[in-house]
């Protein structure tokens, strides 16, 4: 068996920054985009003291990480920027559920990345950092849902060029948030693939693995998506001026969208709860019609085979296996009864 997740950090120091994911180890990649209105700017590298040049007043900085195996390297980016030792701790802690802390100079915000991957739904654990002018984000891996905001920033498309650091989070976030109705759409398209071949075809116990994969597939992605409601609904309250008036609408947005995703996953989730009573009562069913099948052949057979015991007792003195015709008499009445009751189970509807 694997160890719990949370195996390697029990029992430490509080602060103490101990990565507990499950990802391969790899070498920490910096993305840096550096930008304002006229200016647009992008840089990749190792190591994160070339994040250190990257500070002007007059634009914004978003510093990506990819890969918190290596805690070394994080650990500078943060003394940096002076973050508190329990947000380093929650940065490399990928078993974080999302939340929000509120300091006085920066927001410390924990989300799940959902996507596909492989045909797979992966689950990946990311940090946001925002400041009044720079946003810093660490992800376990490379791969995210965020080239379209980045393709914005390249482009100039849009507002997110004009705004400062906390519209930045909210087009991040609102990628997230966007990506979770792919996933929970995928998941409406395998409830529904699953309900035509529980009616449709012959069910069989393939379907039961399909069902319990699906339940723990809806339990991940729930687990994902109902703490950032309150995340959000936070944001929506903020007032210490890291979060803008003017984003305040689009959060709002946010709110909106997060909700909707809530209520899908609890109408999904009913409806996988409901997909095993449906595969056990259409199991039950057809076991009831091959029950009806063969009671109504043994309730036939009942008299015929009455008849024939009757008939195949070695008494000595019996008169009617003295009569001629009496094989051919018995013979025809065991037809008749037989025809009769066929007649009989037809005219009720049993057959």
Known sequence: MKRPKHAKSVNQIPG?????????????????????????????????????????????????????????????LGEYYEL????????????????????????????KMLYHKDGNIENEHISMIVGRNYLLTFQESNGDVFNPVRERLETATGRIRGRSADYLMFALLDSIIDNYFLVIDDMSDRIEKLEESLFVDKPNDNITIEIQ????????????????????????????????????????????HIIQISENIDI????????????????????????????????????????????????EYMPELQWKYSYFVLLGIMVIIFFAMLYYFKRKKWL
């Open 84 to 111: 508190h030792p329990l947000v380093m701790e929650d940065i490399v802690n990928t078993g974080q559920r999302p939340k929000i802390e509120v300091y006085r100079d920066y927001l410390f915000i924990v989300a």
């Open 213 to 256: 994969e699906l339940k723990r597939t809806i339990l991940r992605i729930r687990r994902s998506v109902f703490p950032l409601r309150e995340v959000v609904h936070r944001l929506e309250k903020l007032n210490n001026g890291l979060i803008h008036e003017k984003t305040i609408n689009y959060i709002q947005d946010l709110s909106d």
């Open 268 to 315: 999904y989730r009913e409806m996988i709860w409901g997909l095993m009573d449906l595969y056990m009562t259409t199991i039950s069913n057809r076991m009831n019609e091959v029950m009806k099948v063969l009671t109504i052949m043994a309730s036939i057979f009942i008299p015929l085979t009455f008849f024939a015991g009757i008939y195949g007792m070695n008494f």
């Open 16 to 76: 103490t920054m101990t990565y507990v994911g499950r990802k391969e180890a790899a070498k920490t990649q910096l993305d840096v985009i550096d930008y304002n209105q006229e200016h647009y700017e992008r840089y990749r590298s190792t190591t994160v003291e070339d994040a250190f040049n990257f500070v002007d007043e007059d634009r914004i900085t978003w510093f990506n990480v990819d890969g918190l195996s290596d805690v070394e390297e994080i650990k500078k």
